[in-house]
């Protein structure tokens, strides 16, 4: 009997290996592998290199926006500054005109994100600053769910584990 197809196609689980196969969490990758340690997230190095470089650049990205929103709130306060002083020396109905020319609200900056799936560098548009959303698409948001589940469930477990070898532990010897 062919049995070829029953063998999965990441191969033979490695020796030592006690965790089932899990896709990788890089987007565009998403490829099964066999787990080296059980918090991994990612099939390879390149992987995890790939990872590294989008959390690199989305720090940057962060960096820089706070830099520019710094800069514009600094700006707002210079010409509201100014503009305070002008209206001092003019009169009532030319302040009023001044109030109509507002510069753009900085809230522009928040109708796009970028998603937060590692390797994802899609933006997307949301619907007022207080959104929630952080992820491009349900896959993306799934990817992570996925694993940040996993990773909680393996953190409980261990704490599990570690109570009950204390407990162990605090038992009297036994005598009889
Ligand atoms: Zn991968
Ligand atoms: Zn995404």
Do not use: N
């Not at 196969?21 to 059980?38: A, I, M, N, V």
């Not at 002083?85 to 005109?97: G, Y």
């Amino acid at each position: 009997m062919d049995r070829s197809h029953f063998v999965c196609h990441i191969g033979e689980r490695p020796e030592g290996c006690g965790h089932r196969p899990r896709r990788c969490l890089l987007k565009g990758c998403e490829r099964l592998f066999w787990p080296r340690r059980p918090q991994a997230r990612y099939c390879s190095e390149g992987c995890q290199q790939a990872a590294r470089r989008w959390r690199r650049r989305q720090a940057s990205r962060r960096y820089r926006a706070s830099d520019t929103g710094r800069e514009r709130r600094r700006d707002q306060a210079r010409r509201y500054r100014q503009r305070s002083r002008e209206r001092q020396t003019a009169s009532a109905d030319v302040a009023l005109l001044d109030e109509g020319q507002r510069p753009a609200s900085p809230s522009e900056d928040f109708q796009a994100r970028r998603c937060e799936r590692p390797g994802c560098y899609e933006r997307f548009s949301i619907k007022h600053e207080h959104s929630c959303q952080r992820f491009c698409s349900v896959a993306c948001r799934m990817a992570l769910r996925r694993v940040l589940d996993r990773e909680s469930r393996y953190r409980a477990r261990r704490r599990h584990r570690r109570r009950a070898g204390m407990s162990k532990r605090a038992r009297p010897p036994d005598t009889s």
